[in-house]
């Protein structure tokens, strides 16, 4: 049964990106997910609620490559606290798309982080394939799923040769829903960011597929 049409509001949809363990690619995918709006010409907004402002200060170097190349697309990050996040959300009303970075151990801001999760319209649980993710991670998703908030796990940092993938795989399936797309640990993603830039800014970039289609993969999910 299709989800019901969300409420009129303030803002554009809500992509959240959220999971109790640090190191698994929550700003990678979120920088690389609001450069995918952008180049589809959507208005879009980064909100980084993560204390050590990974995705901000990405955004910052970003502005400086603006400044000597105008064409380079434009993606405004904010910062904010988890726990002020309604008076975040209220300044978004002109943009299409947000896209919100949230700290690790984000159970300890339970509340404040159910309450936001609530208020996506899909939430990103990345996740590396080892057993120390999939511990941290699948409570996480069972919490989100009782909840009723729309979720998916994203497999990041994946070599698929391996039997730790397929092990990983499996079990975050057991969980709940599992992006069908996966994203392999290749150097252009890290090189990219260190300059600013996502792996779709570059015309050649081995991981440019993958990221066009998780792009339409939570498009979709979120009703884009």
């Known amino acids: 049964m299709p989800r019901p049409k969300a409420a009129a509001r303030p803002h554009g949809r809500i992509i959240l990106l959220s999971s109790p363990k640090g190191g698994t690619g ?16 959507m208005r879009v907004l980064g909100i980084d609620f993560d204390p050590q402002g990974t995705l901000h200060k990405w955004f910052l170097r970003r502005e400086q490559v603006r400044e000597r190349f105008p064409d380079c697309l434009q993606v405004e990050v904010k910062v904010a606290a988890i726990g002020e996040w309604r008076s975040a ?12 970075d949230t700290p690790p151990s984000i159970e300890i801001h339970y509340n404040a982080a159910m309450s936001l999760c609530s208020a996506a319209d899909f939430v990103v649980v990345p996740c590396g394939a080892t057993q120390d993710d999939v511990d941290a991670s699948t ?5 989100l799923i009782q909840a009723g908030v729309p979720a998916a796990f994203v497999l990041n940092k994946t070599n698929r040769r391996t039997k730790s993938y397929e092990t ?5 399936l057991q969980v709940g829903p599992l992006c069908p797309v996966e994203i392999p640990l290749l150097e252009d993603i890290h090189v990219s960011a260190g300059k600013g830039l996502a792996v779709l800014d570059f015309a050649k970039a081995k991981a440019g597929d993958t990221f066009d289609a998780l792009w339409s993969y939570v498009a979709r999910e979120a009703r884009l």
Do not use: C, H, Q, Y
Request: hydrophobic share 45%; no cysteine; net charge positive.
């Open 89 to 100: 959300l209220k300044t978004t009303g002109e943009f299409d798309l947000v896209v919100l």
């Open 139 to 143: 409570p996480w998703m069972a919490t």
């Open 168 to 172: 990983a795989r499996t079990k975050l």
């Open 26 to 41: 929550k700003s990678s995918l979120a920088r690389n997910i609001l450069v995918s709006a952008a180049k589809s010409d």
